[in-house]
């Protein structure tokens, strides 16, 4: 039986890991140890950790280094250079469901933090991603949400509008046009892939260099599959509604009017996805869901393609 990597999906023989997928977390790592947790223990471990964690969020999460000496990854109070997620014991595959998505959010050309899964003691796969606002020892960089943003809170942050997100970017962006083509290929991207979950928490800015540009992608995965056929297809509305959105709705209304972009931005975006739609298909049959979930993201993905 060949094992696949579950940080490159290469095939690595016997091997938990590939030598490839070692190399991105750390150079001189040469193995990765199983967290010292089963998956119950991690969210116990979540639980009691998120008092003095400056991570939130309804995920279990956990805050982590890599020790190159250990070849492990060491869950930390503080200082952490990297978020990991246990398997929930509410929704299913959440781990499996959130790092394919985020890699096909990178085939896409959208630009995504280092992350992979990592094995618990268990067998269970954890999801870990590295964080994009640290960097040197313990210093950060200035990054705000959009419910920060806009004066919204974690029990506000459904309760704003698509069209609302525009003006924050060009006022706090540095190339206001760059950011909102991209911020327009983030919608379409979680669109199609079925999260229904993109909220204010969900999207960031960050000041690097003196320049202010929306973060890496996080948070990005397959809700409507993970949550059980919601009857929402978008967090925030969208000309008034959550659902039964039209190919219209973002391309002539919110891309053209909104944004202000222009045909040839969006005709390119939408071309990058067509062209992506192979390798998406491919990554989803050798993800690490079950046979069961690869159908239901197939299917959503199927459906949500056609209309564009």
């Not at 070692?22 to 967290?35: C, E, Q």
């Not at 998956?39 to 309804?58: F, H, P, T």
């Not at 280094?65 to 250079?81: L, P």
């Not at 979930?293 to 209309?307: G, T």
């Amino acid at each position: 039986m060949m094992n696949r990597c579950p940080i490159t999906y290469e095939l690595c023989g016997t091997a938990k890991y590939s030598e490839k997928g070692l190399k991105m977390i750390a150079p001189k790592l040469t193995h990765l140890n199983d967290l010292p947790f089963t998956a119950a223990e991690l969210r116990r471990e979540a639980v009691n950790r998120a008092k003095k964690l400056s991570i939130q969020g309804v995920q279990p999460k956990l805050s982590a280094t890599v020790s190159v000496v250990g070849q492990e990854f060491k869950i930390v109070d503080q200082f952490g250079t990297y978020i990991i997620k246990p398997q929930n014991d509410l929704f299913p595959q959440l781990p499996e469901n959130e790092d394919l998505t985020m890699r096909m959010a990178k085939e896409f050309g959208l630009e995504v933090p280092l992350h992979g899964m990592v094995y618990a003691k268990d067998g269970s796969l954890s999801y870990f991603i590295k964080r994009f606002d640290r960097y040197g020892k313990g210093k950060k960089y200035a990054t705000e949400d959009f419910a920060q943003l806009t004066g919204n809170t974690r029990d506000t942050k459904y309760r704003f509008t698509m069209e609302k997100m525009v003006p924050v970017i060009e006022e706090f962006c540095s190339f206001p046009a760059i950011e909102k083509a991209e911020f327009f290929k983030r919608v379409i991207f979680c669109y199609v892939t079925g999260n229904e979950d993109m909220h204010l928490k969900n999207f960031s800015l960050i000041t690097k260099r003196g320049m202010t540009t929306l973060t890496p992608a996080y948070d990005l995965l397959n809700s409507s599959i993970a949550i059980k056929n919601p009857d929402e297809e978008i967090a925030l509305t969208l000309k008034g509604k959550k659902s039964n959105l039209k190919a219209s709705d973002f391309i002539g209304y919110y891309a053209k009017e909104r944004l202000q972009l222009n045909n040839k931005t969006i005709e390119l975006i939408l071309e990058q996805m067509q062209k992506v739609i192979p390798k998406w298909k491919e990554l989803v049959e050798i993800s690490f869901l079950s046979d069961d979930m690869k159908e239901r993201y197939f299917n959503i993905l199927e459906s949500r393609l056609k209309m564009f």
